[in-house]
């Protein structure tokens, strides 16, 4: 019985901090600004910090601290070794915290530019950006960058935090100026908040208590406004959206799907659409551990179960069904490139949308954005932390709102396919009417027709290796033993493309990828018409001979690796096109200042240098015929 007082005031305490509201924001800004110091002056203020922690922060201050005697608040959030070592915030760092009036999750984001990637992904889960700003420094370029990324990432309220106004002998005059050059550069950003907040961050000046030092500022303190502030759940009042997580059938009896409900609202009754498919249904329950719901909400994870047995897998998205979302394989979207090796248009890359993953690949880069000016630059490629509008193109089609519509839907992460490593991020800006003009037509002629009228089977043989491997030789005499037997061949050859089909490209990383998409494309027709052709390309990258493959049916293409050492290669230079490479005067010439990435299971590799032409092309053609793709 001497326990119940104690039992109550702590279910009272639990009951308390259920009913708080949440805010989720981050601090962002260029480096040395002072966010992790910030935000080790919000904990030591508010009193949320244990004895061993404050004594591991003293002795720390006194090891790696940059304040002198005091206690150096960053180090609260510089976890990292490396961090404390170069006194840098380089991970996102999440803390939580809580007021008497509202419970947070902060984000410490990274000021370095080299890791904006990490600053994108601590904006994308927050309600709200205090975006720092050094008093003596005023507004840098990463202080811009990171502006415009916020606003592109759908954050409508931001705090604009005058740090270290005590190094400017609190002036009043200098504060004017950076909140009027910061407010014209976001003037067409539409955010419903802007608060600029003079402070010292190191000292505490208007971070929890008003500054006795700044007399002229009457507005509120940084912990006020956090406490205060109105961020409106946009999430409820949109359409209702559930990507599928994963199909539910734990026996022959039930069959619902589970997943977290992107936004809306939805009750047993109401009308939903598979919106991949267009099939539809009603919701028949709404499925919980704790049992059936009456209504769920955006940010439930639930299971759903409907009145029609419909298909539906991991990836689909249940909608309303009179306000679905868009379904295209083509978009416009904005992306935000996060890898240090450069975006190619027509390389294959992966597409994680909500819960689907498909290939995909960037049509074309409409145009990188300069995000001092907001200049609509030309751009062949896209570098690390560059922002661009592209188009894309997926493998299978997508349903999505645009991200200003529903950002839960709207966003997409891009994946490198051989590396698997996040190399970009983005949101979708509107769907490609010429996806839904564009459709399949049924042909009359089928490729297995056109190719038993051959006596052949239909396949592209991709020669790959260095320029002066022997390639082309190889091919030119195989064509001919095919022709000779009565074989419907064809023959496309690097260097005579290049005087045609491809004639506007040049020899760039880009160049070549684009080059590589287009012959690809174009022996797929070859292919689809019962051919068998042959394709010689040094095509230099994995990724796009990866892509040529996907393009073809099963078995439709074979890559064959002329294996030749770059010096005996560099010995037959009868163009004397290494002699030139070598000399600087031809670049990105493969094998000397462009990497050449050598098959990992080619199909047939020859030895080049070693065996004779003739030699190879009897190798393959006995290949050909040992695998009946020659009778």
Request: charged letters at 25%.
């Amino acid at each position: 019985m001497t326990h119940q007082p104690e039992a109550s005031a702590f279910s009272e305490y639990l009951a308390a901090q259920e009913n708080k509201s949440l805010l989720r924001f981050l601090t962002c800004g260029s480096v040395d600004d002072g966010k992790s110091t910030l935000i080790g002056r919000l904990l030591y203020d508010t009193k949320l910090l244990f004895e061993d922690q404050l004594a591991t922060l003293s002795a720390d201050s006194r090891k790696h601290g940059t304040a002198g005697d005091d206690l150096d608040f960053a180090l609260l959030v510089d976890g990292l070794a490396a961090e404390r070592e170069q006194g840098i915030t380089i991970d996102v760092a999440y803390r939580f915290f809580s007021t008497d009036k509202r419970k947070f999750i902060v984000a410490d984001t990274p000021g370095h530019e080299q890791y904006t990637r990490n600053m994108a992904t601590g904006a994308s889960n927050s309600d709200l950006a205090v975006i720092l700003v050094d008093a003596r420094q005023g507004i840098l370029t990463q202080t811009r960058r990171h502006s415009y990324i916020v606003k592109l990432l759908g954050l409508r309220h931001v705090v604009l935090a005058v740090n270290k106004i005590d190094l400017v002998d609190f002036s009043q005059e200098r504060f004017n100026e950076i909140v009027k050059t910061y407010s014209e550069f976001v003037s067409d950003f539409g955010f419903e908040t802007l608060v600029p907040i003079p402070l010292s961050a190191r000292y505490g000046d208007n971070v929890i208590e008003p500054s006795a030092h700044t007399p002229w500022y009457d507005g509120p303190t940084l912990l006020e406004h956090l406490e205060t502030v109105q961020v409106a759940n946009d999430a409820l009042a949109r359409p209702f959206r559930m990507p599928v997580q994963w199909v539910n059938r734990p026996n022959l009896d039930f069959r619902g799907f589970s997943g977290t409900i992107a936004s809306g609202v939805v009750k047993p009754g109401d009308a939903v659409v598979i919106a991949g498919s267009g099939a539809t249904s009603r919701i028949k329950s709404i499925v919980t551990q704790d049992g059936d719901l009456n209504e769920a909400a955006a940010g439930e994870a639930v299971t759903l179960t409907l009145t029609d047995e419909i298909d539906a897998s991991r990836g689909d998205i249940i909608a309303a069904a009179g306000d679905r979302p868009e379904v295209s394989d083509q978009f416009a979207a904005h992306l935000i490139w996060m890898h240090d090796e450069a975006l190619l248009p027509g390389r294959p890359y992966l597409i994680k949308m909500g819960t689907r993953t498909v290939g995909a690949t960037i049509t074309e880069i409409k145009h990188k954005i300069d995000v001092n000016s907001f200049q609509r630059l030309a751009a062949k490629t896209l570098a690390l932390n560059e922002v661009a509008v592209v188009n894309l193109a997926t493998h299978e089609p997508l349903a999505f709102d645009p991200f200003e519509d529903n950002p839960q839907t709207g966003a997409f992460i891009v994946i490198d396919r051989m590396s698997n490593l996040t190399v970009g991020a983005g949101m979708v800006d509107f769907g490609l009417r010429r996806a839904t003009n564009v459709h399949w037509q049924a042909l009359n002629v089928s490729k297995e027709s056109r190719a038993t009228q051959k006596g052949q089977r239909p396949v592209v043989l991709w020669f790959t290796g260095l320029s002066g491997a022997g390639k082309s030789t190889v091919a030119n005499i195989l064509e001919k033993k095919l022709h000779t037997e009565g074989r419907h061949t064809y023959l496309l050859d690097g260097d005579n493309v290049r005087h045609g089909l491809n004639k506007d490209l040049g020899f760039t990383e880009a160049d070549r990828v684009e080059n590589i998409r287009r012959v690809a494309e174009v022996a797929k027709l070859f292919a689809d018409a019962g051919l068998i052709t042959l394709v010689s390309f040094i095509s230099p990258f994995r990724a796009e001979r990866r892509m040529a493959r996907e393009l073809m049916g099963e078995g439709e293409f074979v890559e064959i690796f002329v294996d030749t050492p770059l010096e005996v290669a560099e010995s037959r230079d009868a163009k004397g096109l290494y002699k030139r490479a070598r000399a600087g005067q031809i670049k990105n010439f493969t094998g000397i200042d462009s990497p050449y990435e050598a098959p990992e299971a080619a199909e047939i590799t020859l030895a080049g240098g070693v065996d004779a032409p003739e030699a190879m092309a009897d190798n393959i053609l006995g290949w050909l015929k040992d695998h009946d793709y020659v009778n």
